[in-house]
Every structure is written in structure tokens, then in C-alpha cells.
């Protein structure tokens, strides 16, 4: 029953959603259309991330080596990230904080399936070393891709409000996977009213979170009169309710900045 009642209350979050893409339909600026888009799918994030995770959109990523990132959708965080703004309002976030980023698309072809996944892979390649050690505590450490991290490395998904059909779309990513080691695939690739491409563990052909070598592309498509949102709530709770980041240390992101200027030095003896 209260399965029943969350699948009811994710069909209607589905029509509004649908309902305000259409009204962005009529903006006239490109570009004030693609910010609504992506502020429909931050607010509908927000509501089913963890509350250790924070979703933002109008984001760059940097990191302490000068490293920066395209411009991103949606940026999941760490809530206590740092609020560095821009005058232009961007958020500038540190890559040491980031969970995870989403790509919003319209209608996903292949050109728009390939930027996505170009962007998700450059932001991956992005170092995570500005962190402060915990003295005395046992290291964590976390497994994906096929590699073992000290972090919580950045998971890449995307979210289309329409594309071609799903099967083309997975042929098409396969493809592009194919050439590429698993630490630059995207994670999963969400369509309203479609459904979802995810990966399957290579060991028991479960669904997983994250792909590892060997993985394999599964297609699922959206139940009838029903949408993407139940199992991409659960997703959300899958890859994120366990996220978690070691103390930020701004101390590299400073460089050779100078600090102030000593003038005068006092001994308390």
C-alpha cells in the first residue's frame, strides 16, 4: 500500500514536471529555457537526495591544481561546501565536495548523448587531493569503476525530457564506452516517459550503481501510465545515501597568495 501510495505521488510529480517543461517551451530565450529545465530537475533531485547532499545548478568545478570544469547542470554537493560565488552568480564549488553531476537535455540524440557524456568524463578526470587527514582514523575507501579511491568519486548521470528511443540511445552509448575505460562512463541515463539505461554487475547481472569492467548496458523502459521517477528516486537513494567527504583543506587552493604582510612580531616570554 504505501508503495502504491509513493508511485501515485511520483505519477503526478511526473505530470507537473511535464506540464512546466511545456510552459518552458515558450520562453523565448534559449537560454532562459535550458536554466527552467534544469531548475525542474534540481527541484525534483532535492526532494528525494539524502540530506547530506545538496543539489545546485549554474556551477563551475575547480579544483587546488587550476583544473576547472565546463559549465554544469546540476552539481550534487556536500552541504557544508563552501558558498563561493561568482559576480555573475555561479557557484564555485571544489571538487573535493562533489558527489555527483546531472546533464539536462531537451531531446536526447546522439550529438546531445555524446556531450553529455564528453562533459560527465571531464569532470571525472578532475583531481580530489585538497583534503585535511584525520589523525587516528581508520581510512575509508570506496570501490567503482573498476578502481579503488580514498574518496568518493564523482558519479555522472543524465536526464532528458524526450530523445530518440531508448534503444538507439544505448546503442549509441555502448559505442562510446566501448573506447573508453569505465572511469569516464556515465552512470546511468534517465528519459521521462521512457525510461532508463543502467549497468549491470559483470558478476551476477544485478543492476549497478556504478559500472565496472566488463558491465553490461540493460534497457528499462517506463511502465505503462507510469514514469521514471520511482526508480530514479531510489537510485538517488542508492548512490548518494552513503556519500561522504574527508575535511576540505582551502589551504592548497591559496597558491603563492599572499596572506597579509608581517609587520611586527611579539614574544610572550
Request: aromatic share 8%; hydrophobic share 40%.
Amino acid at each position: 500500500m504505501t508503495q502504491e501510495k509513493l508511485g501515485r505521488i511520483l505519477s503526478s510529480v511526473a505530470k507537473r514536471m511535464r506540464a512546466d517543461f511545456e510552459q518552458s517551451r515558450n520562453f523565448n530565450h534559449n537560454g532562459e529555457a535550458g536554466t527552467s529545465r534544469e531548475a525542474l530537475i534540481r527541484e525534483f533531485l532535492s526532494g528525494y537526495l539524502p540530506s547530506h547532499v545538496e543539489a545546485v545548478h549554474n556551477a563551475e568545478i575547480v579544483a587546488s591544481a587550476g583544473e576547472v570544469s565546463p559549465q554544469c547542470d546540476v552539481v550534487l554537493i556536500d552541504r557544508g561546501t563552501p558558498p563561493f560565488t561568482t559576480l555573475n552568480g555561479y557557484r564555485i564549488i571544489p571538487n573535493e565536495c562533489v558527489y555527483g553531476v546531472v546533464e539536462v537535455k531537451t531531446k536526447l540524440d546522439k550529438a546531445q548523448l555524446l556531450d553529455a557524456c564528453e562533459k560527465i568524463a571531464k569532470v571525472r578526470r578532475i583531481g580530489k587531493t585538497a583534503y585535511r587527514p584525520i589523525p587516528g582514523l581508520i581510512p575509508r575507501s570506496v570501490s567503482a569503476y573498476g578502481r579503488t579511491f580514498d574518496f568518493f568519486p564523482t558519479s555522472g548521470m543524465i536526464v532528458a525530457f524526450g530523445s530518440l528511443d531508448l534503444e538507439t540511445i544505448g546503442g549509441h552509448l555502448i559505442e562510446w564506452c566501448r573506447k573508453r575505460d569505465p572511469i569516464e562512463w556515465p552512470d546511468s541515463v534517465w528519459v521521462l516517459g521512457k525510461g532508463h539505461l543502467q549497468w549491470t554487475d559483470p558478476r551476477n547481472g544485478n543492476l549497478d550503481r556504478s559500472p565496472s569492467p566488463g558491465a553490461s548496458l540493460l534497457q528499462v523502459d517506463a511502465m505503462p501510465e507510469d514514469d521514471i521517477l520511482m526508480p530514479l528516486a531510489l537510485h538517488l537513494n542508492i548512490h548518494f545515501s552513503d556519500a561522504w567527504m574527508n575535511p576540505l583543506d582551502l589551504v592548497p587552493y591559496s597558491g603563492a597568495a599572499p596572506l597579509g604582510l608581517g609587520v611586527r612580531k611579539w614574544d610572550s616570554q
